[in-house]
């Protein structure tokens, strides 16, 4: 049974950061990565990573989070720099699996909040 795990999540004042953690279970993964949704919006691509290490940002992502997966112990990282308002949300975990490629497994979800 896949189960993915997130944790890391917490309220921050703008320009500060966190790292969310995400350790997945129960089977071999392929892709890996992190979605969002804000408040009254559509969940959306924040960046994901294959197993062989290779990034993909969405463009709210780039050049202030870093996304990195530790293979030995399957766990994808996102770190959050310069976080702004607008980077409110829910963050979700997402991951595929060599076995059922074309189903995608996701996180309870952790909630980021960036205020004064």
């Known amino acids: 049974q896949v189960q993915l795990v997130e944790s890391g999540g917490g309220s921050v004042q703008p320009g500060g950061s966190l790292r969310l953690s995400c350790a997945a279970s129960?089977?071999?993964?392929?892709?890996m990565g992190w979605y969002r949704q804000p408040p009254g919006k559509e969940r959306e691509l924040v960046a994901t990573?294959?197993?062989?290490?290779?990034?993909n940002y969405g463009d709210s992502a780039k050049g202030r989070f870093t996304i990195s997966r530790d293979n030995a112990k399957n766990t994808v990282y996102l770190q959050l720099n310069s976080l702004k308002p607008e980077d409110t949300a829910v963050y979700y975990c997402?991951?595929?699996?060599?076995?059922?490629?074309?189903?995608?497994?996701w996180g309870q979800g952790t909630q980021v909040t960036v205020s004064s």
């Open positions: 997402y991951a595929r699996t060599i076995w059922r490629p074309t189903e995608a497994y």
């Open positions: 129960g089977s071999t993964f392929t892709n």
């Open positions: 990573i294959s197993s062989g290490g290779s990034p």
